[in-house]
């Protein structure tokens, strides 16, 4: 197994589990191009100095976020819900108190946050580089700039726009690999008494869970408190508070300022100390979690064949990134799966990135429902389950994998 070098700390990183070759999470494909398909060696080591769970290997983000990028933020219509939520108390909160407040975001996708401020005409400004989500962004009345973030635009934006008061990103710091330059970018610009807000799947959850499928080509970390509150140290910046949030399988929503410019949320020190508990600070955790998801793997494959030598239809159920690490991990391919079912456009009448299982539209899985259905949208299940009451009804059954393989 190959180690790799940590991010933060520039030494050696020690190999926790190799994923062997992955393809990329959201490169969904036609058949004229599964000859070319690009594939990398996926595995995560961890650092006991920085407690970061991070990807030995990223492929270029130019690879993965371009003029086609697969996923559209307002596909759920509950995470449009979450952010009208988010958006509401930031807008209410002590941090924008004052004159003309300015917010950024990065990684707005298709403007699901950013709507809620430009509505109420708050200075405001989205920062994304998938050309194709950022135009609905633009359409949608967000002012969005196609591009990635880093220092470098820092220094543009803080001539062309000013200092910022609130940063804000979803689900899009675990994605960026060089994360010290996107610190010291956002560092330049924040303004005194600004704050960087950001969320993504939390580590506690991803262990407790054992949702490995969180980790694929773009998430090149998985994020705690303690590794969180270590790394922005190194920036002389602060983590003031925490608040957990039910997105997305579980997720942590962070509260960074300059340091000394607020005071720490008691949250702060009881999370932290609640992953100690859970071991996040240790290594050997996460041998424990390498042990875990391979016996995942066995299982799953088990209870496939086994459904499928008795002849059962079994599908997918939502064309998730996360699915292309379990299929691809586990060698699952149209022998075991015969669809997946996504509602994006973008995805359907495409084959699945590696294991090239068709998905197909909505009304495909309405007059073609399988036996069993696999959940791989499973962090959106209580919208799901609402949505599919009449094939649960009618005697469809559900798979899933968290936080171990069974039928529900
Ligand atoms: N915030 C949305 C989208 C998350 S997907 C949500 O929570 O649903 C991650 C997004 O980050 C993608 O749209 C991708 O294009 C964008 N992204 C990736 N690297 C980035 C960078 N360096 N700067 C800004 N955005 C980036
Ligand atoms: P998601 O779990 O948010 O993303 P990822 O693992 O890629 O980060 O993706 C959900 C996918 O499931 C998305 O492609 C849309 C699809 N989906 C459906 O097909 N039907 C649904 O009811 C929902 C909620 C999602």
């Known amino acids: 197994m190959k180690d790799s070098i940590c991010r933060f700390t520039g030494r050696k990183l020690n190999t926790i589990l190799d994923f062997g070759k992955q393809p990329l999470g959201n490169g969904f494909l036609y058949p ?3 000859d070319n398909e690009y594939f990398f060696d996926m595995s995560i080591g961890f650092s006991e100095e920085t407690f970061m769970l991070q990807l030995n290997e990223q492929p270029a983000p130019e690879k993965m976020f371009h003029e086609e990028y697969a996923f559209y933020s307002s596909t759920s219509k509950n995470m449009g819900l979450h952010f009208k939520k988010f958006a509401e108390d930031l807008l209410k909160s002590d941090y924008l108190k004052k004159e003309d407040p300015f917010i950024v975001e990065l990684g707005c996708n298709d403007g699901i946050f950013l709507n809620h401020v430009s509505k109420q005409k708050i200075r405001h400004l989205g920062i994304e580089p998938s050309v194709n989500v950022a135009k609905v962004a633009n359409e949608r009345g967000v002012k969005t700039l196609s591009d990635f973030f880093s220092e470098r635009l820092s220094k543009k934006l803080a001539k062309d726009y000013g200092k910022v008061d609130a940063f804000i990103a979803a689900n899009v710091m675990c994605h960026i690999p060089d994360l010290k330059d996107i610190i010291k970018g956002i560092k330049k610009i924040l303004n005194k008494k600004g704050v960087l807000i950001f969320e993504d799947p939390y580590l506690g959850d991803v262990i407790q869970k054992n949702s490995y499928d969180q980790i694929y080509d773009e998430h090149v970390y998985i994020f705690s408190a303690l590794a969180v509150q270590k790394i922005f140290n190194m920036f002389d910046m602060e983590l003031i508070d925490l608040q957990p949030q039910s997105t997305h399988g579980g997720s942590m929503r962070y509260f960074i300022s300059h340091k000394g410019s607020y005071e720490l949320s008691n949250n702060v ?14 290594e050997s955790t996460f041998r424990n979690f390498s042990t875990n998801i391979q016996n995942s793997k066995i299982e799953l494959r088990e209870l496939l064949k086994t459904l499928k030598s008795q002849g059962k239809k079994i599908a997918g159920y939502g064309a998730t990134s996360k699915s292309t690490t379990i299929l691809n991990y586990c060698n699952i391919g149209p022998d075991l799966i015969d669809y997946i079912t996504d509602t994006t456009p973008i995805k359907q009448k495409k084959f699945s990135p590696g294991m ?6 909505y009304k495909y899985f309405k007059d073609n429902p399988p036996d069993f259905a696999f959940l791989f949208a499973w962090n959106h299940s209580n919208e799901i389950m609402e949505k599919e009451s009449g094939y649960t009804n009618s005697g469809g059954k559900w798979i899933t994998h968290i936080p171990n393989v ?3």
């Open 406 to 408: 069974r039928v529900i």
């Open 269 to 282: 020190e009881e999370i932290i100390k609640k992953e100690i508990n859970l071991g996040l600070n240790k």
């Open 32 to 34: 004229d191009q599964f």
């Open 356 to 361: 090239h299982i068709p998905i197909v539209d």
